[in-house]
């Protein structure tokens, strides 16, 4: 089956044919570049090479919303370990097939909408113009360096010469997609079409047409072939100029990348250099630079970062119980019950994707501020970062406080964010689950309680399952789907669509202590508590975890999160395992000494107040030193066996949450680790960081360790032959 259309038109006003070749792979929602797409766009340019009194190629696409969505990942993954000559030819190969559309006799046009990123937008800046829609799917971007890669088939080359060196660097190193209007005002679009099809043919047709009047105008003037000669050579840049750019862009560089990414730093350095030479010696410089970051371990790292995510977009819970292909049935009103900070984040998020929320709190006054709340955050524009008039009236209008629980009638799925306490959960949902249709659904974001015991006493319990945000609910991606004893699949497949209706990432996990995210954290907060609590010093241990990468240290989290809050957790969770958890004396220390955290300016760190609606500032302080080790033991530990100590009791946790089934399959750990706590994307998740280490050297470093403890202990999945990810 072929992926691509060739069909022929004529240039308004005559002066020529036009080939438009429309690429439609079969099967697929998206074109892809894979290599057999390469093969077939050659044999296309040789027969639109061969053709007689050609004028110009527009290349578009037939897919609704895709352009071109760039390389093929599955291809690329399976090569990983090919050797150098063997991706230099890749590279060489793709960067001489898309040269071709800036050296042949005729004008080149790609008439893009929708996405259009990596390969594809290679593939648009090699043609002599580009033409988009604007509509909103129009997005383009280079996002290689996501995957600790650079673009490789000339995107860096070709790019910087025709938009500008600085526009190009941004683009390329930052790896995000612009608008097709913003891409037009950089100079990457030449002309812009509205997507509502104005002209009464249809977005489709007045794309070609604008595309063929740009053919008409280009093969009349020839201005496309001074454009591949003006682009051919060194872009103009004095030195100071270049060494301006070099150092803003290192210095936004390493902020945003903590040094743990090179793909974005060595994308710089390349197109600086290469910016100074002509446009064969940078495609060369672009081959060589591609090479070392291809099979990279960030490289492979971020590809199964890729595939996680991917994964969990198509995937959907085995639904037993819901016919096959039919959609779970849509929530169109939901009730938040409890206006707080979660109520609050979790209603927001729902107006947001257009739900109704009624929204429910005990209190008056927390019901008046948390509707205010709900919709200044559902209205926030972060361009002006301020709240959007018209938008707050539109939003504002999806809500309504309710104060008693017979208004939470009409909801089609009621969310209970009240005080974590089994008891006045409980009560709750004895008022309310009469009120509601046999239908609807009863969740909750407890933290802690398991969801099987706050069934009991439920009418319909197969209706009802946990839906654990994370806070901030703004920013947290994740969303633990927990399926209690009953939770029917129904229940389940329809929380599942209502969290991804809300832009959310869903993992289901079955009922346990701690659910799934939890279970996995504490132990490795709680071994950071043991360590400061033998003498470590604080700032050290939270340093060794940024280091690995993760975005906060664990102790400075314990303050984020506070530290009553901790206490209570740990011992649910030591309740709950055992002497798995050995719950840090310290933490009741510091609870005892009143140093709650952030939300006292005291914990294991002093919090400075700084401008009102700024975080406040992390100070050291010498009264949590001294309560935190009284009496500190021996030498401080090497930073390496300092990560072994936090990461090992986590990596031994989540194998026995995967014997206890609390998830199926070790990649739904990474995923969930990866979206819920922001373990570094560029370890690839903590199975797949365990996997590059392997059981061998992981049971080598769990040896010294024995005699702390039980948590320390190999488990059977440890001990089995054969990778953690197998
Ligand atoms: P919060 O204290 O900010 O808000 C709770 C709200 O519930 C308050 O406005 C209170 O007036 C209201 N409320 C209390 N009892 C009520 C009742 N019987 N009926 C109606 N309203 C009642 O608490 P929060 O941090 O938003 O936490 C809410 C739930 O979410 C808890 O179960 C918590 O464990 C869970 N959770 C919290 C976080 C977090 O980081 N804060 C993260 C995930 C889950």
């Given at each position: 089956m072929?992926?691509?259309?060739?069909?022929?038109?004529?240039?308004?006003?005559?002066?020529?044919?036009?080939?438009v070749?429309?690429?439609?792979?079969p099967?697929?929602s998206?074109?892809?570049l894979?290599?057999?797409?390469l093969?077939?766009?050659?044999?296309r340019?040789?027969?639109?090479?061969?053709?007689?009194?050609?004028?110009?190629?527009?290349?578009?696409?037939?897919?609704?919303?895709?352009f071109?969505?760039?390389?093929?990942?599955?291809?690329?993954?399976?090569?990983?370990?090919?050797?150098k000559e063997?991706?230099?030819?890749?590279?060489?190969?793709?960067?001489?097939?898309?040269g071709?559309?800036?050296?042949?006799?005729?004008?080149?046009?790609?008439?893009?909408?929708?996405?259009?990123?990596?390969?594809?937008?290679?593939?648009?800046?090699?043609?002599?113009?580009?033409?988009?829609?604007d509509?909103p799917?129009?997005?383009?971007?280079?996002?290689?360096?996501k995957?600790?890669?650079?673009?490789?088939?000339?995107?860096?080359?070709?790019?910087?010469r025709?938009?500008?060196?600085?526009?190009?660097?941004?683009?390329?190193?930052?790896?995000?997609s612009?608008?097709a209007?913003?891409a037009?005002?950089?100079?990457?679009?030449?002309?812009?079409?509205?997507?509502?099809g104005?002209?009464?043919?249809?977005?489709a047709?007045?794309l070609?047409?604008a595309?063929?009047?740009?053919?008409?105008?280009?093969s009349h003037?020839?201005?496309?072939?001074q454009?591949?000669?003006?682009?051919?050579?060194?872009?103009?840049?004095?030195?100071?100029?270049?060494?301006?750019?070099?150092?803003?862009?290192?210095?936004?560089?390493?902020?945003?990348?903590?040094?743990?990414?090179?793909?974005?730093?060595?994308?710089?350095?390349?197109m600086l250099?290469?910016?100074?030479?002509?446009?064969?010696a940078?495609?060369?410089?672009?081959?060589?630079?591609f090479?070392?970051?291809?099979?990279?371990p960030?490289n492979?790292?971020?590809?199964?970062?890729?595939f996680?995510?991917?994964r969990?977009?198509?995937a959907?819970?085995?639904?037993?119980?819901?016919?096959?292909?039919?959609?779970?049935?849509?929530?169109?009103?939901?009730?938040?019950?409890?206006a707080?900070?979660?109520?609050?984040?979790?209603?927001?998020?729902?107006?947001k994707?257009?739900?109704?929320?009624?929204l429910?709190?005990?209190?008056?006054?927390?019901l008046?501020?948390?509707?205010?709340?709900?919709?200044?955050?559902?209205?926030?524009?972060?361009?002006?970062?301020?709240?959007?008039?018209?938008?707050?009236i539109?939003?504002?209008?999806?809500?309504?406080p309710?104060?008693?629980?017979?208004?939470?009638a009409s909801?089609?799925?009621?969310?209970e964010?009240?005080?974590?306490?089994?008891e006045?959960?409980?009560s709750?949902f004895?008022?309310v689950?009469?009120?509601?249709?046999?239908?609807?659904?009863?969740?909750?974001?407890?933290?802690?309680?398991?969801?099987?015991?706050?069934?009991?006493?439920?009418?319909?319990?197969e209706?009802?399952?946990?839906?654990?945000?994370?806070?901030p609910?703004?920013?947290?991606?994740?969303?633990?789907v927990?399926?209690?004893?009953?939770?029917?699949?129904?229940?389940?497949?329809?929380?599942?669509?209502?969290?991804?209706?809300?832009g959310?990432?869903?993992?289901?996990?079955n009922d346990?202590?701690?659910?799934?995210?939890?279970r996995?954290?504490l132990?490795?907060?709680?071994?950071?508590?043991?360590?400061?609590?033998e003498?470590?010093?604080?700032?050290?241990?939270?340093?060794?975890?940024?280091?690995?990468?993760?975005?906060?240290?664990p102790?400075e989290?314990h303050?984020?999160v506070?530290?009553d809050?901790?206490?209570?957790a740990?011992?649910?969770?030591?309740a709950?395992?055992?002497?798995?958890?050995?719950?840090?004396?310290?933490?009741?220390r510091?609870v005892?000494?009143?140093?709650?955290?952030?939300?006292?300016?005291?914990?294991?760190?002093d919090?400075?107040?700084?401008?009102?609606?700024?975080p406040?500032?992390?100070?050291?302080?010498?009264e949590?030193?001294?309560?935190?080790?009284?009496?500190?033991?021996?030498?401080?530990?090497?930073?390496?066996?300092?990560?072994?100590?936090?990461?090992?009791?986590?990596?031994?946790?989540?194998?026995?949450?995967?014997?206890?089934?609390?998830?199926?399959?070790p990649?739904?750990?990474d995923?969930?680790?990866?979206?819920?706590?922001?373990?570094?994307?560029?370890?690839?998740?903590?199975?797949?960081?365990?996997?590059t280490?392997?059981k061998?050297e992981?049971?080598?470093?769990?040896?010294?360790?024995?005699?702390?403890?039980?948590?320390?202990?190999?488990?059977?999945?440890?001990?089995?032959?054969?990778?953690?990810?197998?």
């Amino acid at each position: 089956m072929s992926a691509t259309r060739l069909d022929w038109t004529d240039t308004p006003g005559g002066g020529g044919r036009v080939a438009v070749l429309t690429l439609d792979l079969p099967g697929k929602s998206a074109n892809l570049l894979g290599s057999a797409v390469l093969d077939e766009l050659e044999s296309r340019l040789d027969e639109v090479d061969a053709a007689p009194g050609v004028a110009g190629l527009v290349i578009t696409s037939a897919k609704p919303g895709v352009f071109i969505a760039g390389a093929d990942l599955t291809e690329f993954a399976a090569g990983l370990d090919r050797p150098k000559e063997d991706i230099l030819a890749t590279c060489e190969r793709g960067q001489r097939l898309f040269g071709r559309l800036a050296s042949c006799g005729y004008a080149t046009v790609a008439a893009i909408d929708g996405v259009c990123v990596g390969g594809g937008l290679e593939l648009a800046v090699w043609c002599d113009r580009r033409v988009a829609t604007d509509s909103p799917k129009t997005q383009l971007a280079f996002p290689e360096v996501k995957l600790g890669l650079l673009p490789g088939w000339g995107g860096t080359a070709r790019t910087p010469r025709m938009i500008g060196l600085a526009n190009a660097v941004e683009l390329v190193t930052g790896g995000e997609s612009v608008s097709a209007r913003e891409a037009t005002r950089l100079g990457l679009v030449d002309d812009l079409v509205s997507s509502k099809g104005e002209s009464g043919k249809g977005k489709a047709e007045d794309l070609l047409s604008a595309a063929l009047r740009i053919v008409a105008a280009d093969s009349h003037s020839g201005d496309f072939r001074q454009d591949r000669e003006r682009w051919s050579g060194p872009i103009e840049q004095s030195e100071t100029e270049l060494a301006f750019l070099g150092a803003t862009a290192a210095a936004v560089i390493q902020q945003k990348t903590g040094g743990h990414y090179p793909a974005p730093m060595a994308a710089l350095e390349l197109m600086l250099e290469a910016s100074q030479v002509d446009l064969a010696a940078a495609l060369e410089a672009e081959r060589e630079a591609f090479a070392p970051l291809f099979g990279s371990p960030v490289n492979r790292a971020l590809l199964n970062v890729f595939f996680l995510t991917d994964r969990a977009k198509k995937a959907t819970p085995e639904p037993r119980g819901v016919s096959p292909g039919s959609e779970p049935r849509a929530i169109e009103t939901a009730a938040v019950v409890g206006a707080g900070i979660m109520g609050q984040g979790i209603a927001a998020a729902s107006v947001k994707r257009g739900v109704r929320v009624l929204l429910s709190d005990s209190r008056a006054d927390a019901l008046a501020r948390g509707a205010q709340g709900v919709v200044r955050e559902a209205s926030y524009n972060k361009q002006t970062k301020g709240v959007d008039a018209d938008l707050a009236i539109e939003r504002a209008a999806l809500v309504t406080p309710v104060a008693e629980p017979a208004g939470l009638a009409s909801a089609d799925l009621v969310i209970e964010a009240i005080v974590e306490n089994a008891e006045a959960k409980q009560s709750l949902f004895k008022a309310v689950e009469p009120t509601l249709g046999a239908d609807a659904i009863l969740a909750t974001n407890t933290s802690t309680i398991p969801v099987t015991e706050l069934a009991k006493g439920l009418a319909r319990p197969e209706n009802f399952a946990g839906l654990h945000f994370f806070n901030p609910v703004r920013k947290m991606p994740l969303v633990e789907v927990i399926r209690g004893e009953r939770t029917s699949d129904a229940t389940i497949a329809r929380l599942v669509a209502y969290s991804k209706r809300l832009g959310k990432t869903p993992v289901v996990v079955n009922d346990g202590p701690g659910f799934l995210v939890n279970r996995l954290l504490l132990p490795y907060m709680n071994e950071a508590a043991l360590l400061a609590e033998e003498g470590v010093p604080i700032k050290q241990i939270d340093r060794a975890a940024k280091a690995f990468g993760m975005p906060m240290g664990p102790l400075e989290l314990h303050d984020v999160v506070g530290l009553d809050t901790c206490l209570h957790a740990g011992r649910v969770m030591h309740a709950a395992l055992g002497d798995r958890i050995e719950p840090a004396a310290v933490i009741e220390r510091l609870v005892d000494a009143d140093r709650l955290g952030q939300k006292n300016g005291k914990g294991f760190y002093d919090w400075r107040p700084t401008k009102p609606g700024r975080p406040p500032k992390r100070e050291d302080s010498a009264e949590a030193a001294k309560l935190v080790a009284p009496n500190p033991q021996g030498e401080t530990p090497n930073p390496q066996s300092l990560t072994d100590r936090l990461l090992l009791p986590m990596l031994l946790e989540a194998t026995r949450a995967l014997e206890d089934s609390i998830v199926g399959d070790p990649r739904d750990v990474d995923l969930a680790l990866i979206l819920g706590i922001g373990f570094p994307p560029h370890r690839g998740g903590l199975f797949f960081w365990a996997d590059t280490l392997g059981k061998q050297e992981l049971l080598a470093k769990l040896e010294p360790l024995q005699p702390l403890g039980k948590r320390f202990e190999p488990t059977d999945m440890l001990r089995k032959p054969g990778p953690l990810l197998g």
